[in-house]
Each structure stands twice: as structure tokens, then as C-alpha cells.
């Protein structure tokens, strides 16, 4: 069992993720090994070509990463990041699916992989969680 005993313990604690929250960022599932977060996009995440910014999806992405990092292990902070844009989003919502790839003593290594609405490849993530 992960740090958090349900869901709604989880979407309590991280209601803190204030820049998350209040951008429209939302938790929608958690196992111990996995985390989907998604973004319903407005026209306050685009960026001057009316495209969603790249700000927006990488925080969608890096909000997964830390409620999985922190269901393996609280509290674990990002050590290391790394994000590939795929394709500028369509449709109206984007997905982000936290999996994990290593559980180690200190460190854990998360992939996210984004989509949007149209089920395509948006982003790829990579986190390594430092477990403090």
C-alpha cells in the first residue's frame, strides 16, 4: 500500500498543488504504481499562436509525476526532468498517465505519457523522484 489509504486522501493533500489546482488540473486515478491527471483546456492555457502553452503540459505531466513519487514515498521532491513535445494538442481535454519504472531506496524513476482528447501522443516525460 502507497503512501495515501484512498483517492480522496490523495485529491485532499494535493489540493496544496495550488499552481496545478488552479489551472484546472485535476487527479482522476491512483494505484500504487500509477497516476492519471487531466487538464479540460480553455483558451487561459493558450500561448500567442493559440496553441496550448508549453507551460500548460508540462505541468499536467509534472502534477502526475509528484502524486505518484509521493504515493511510492512522502515526501519525495523532482531530482531530474525531462520532457519531449510529440504534437500541439487537439480536442479539448489532455491526459497524463504517471507509470512507474523503478522503485529504488533513494530515487524512483517515472514515466508520464500525455495525450489529448483525440487520443494522441502529446508528451513524454521522464521524473526522477528523490525521496527526502
Request: glycine letters at 8%; hydrophobic letters at 40%.
Amino acid at each position: 500500500m502507497g503512501t495515501f489509504t484512498d483517492i480522496e486522501e490523495a485529491r485532499e493533500y494535493f489540493k496544496k498543488e495550488r499552481f496545478a489546482t488552479s489551472n484546472g488540473m485535476v487527479l482522476d486515478d491512483m494505484t500504487d504504481d500509477t497516476a492519471t491527471c487531466s487538464l479540460k483546456v480553455n483558451d487561459t492555457h493558450q500561448n500567442a499562436l493559440g496553441n496550448v502553452m508549453g507551460g500548460a503540459i508540462f505541468t499536467l505531466a509534472d502534477f502526475a509525476f509528484a502524486v505518484l513519487a509521493n504515493q511510492l514515498h512522502l515526501p519525495t521532491v523532482a531530482a531530474q526532468i525531462n520532457i519531449n513535445y510529440l504534437s500541439i494538442p487537439k480536442g479539448d481535454e489532455l491526459t497524463a498517465v504517471a507509470r512507474l519504472r523503478k522503485n529504488g531506496q533513494r530515487t524512483s524513476i517515472i514515466n508520464v505519457d500525455v495525450t489529448d482528447s483525440m487520443g494522441r501522443d502529446i508528451a513524454q516525460f521522464t521524473g526522477t523522484g528523490f525521496k527526502l
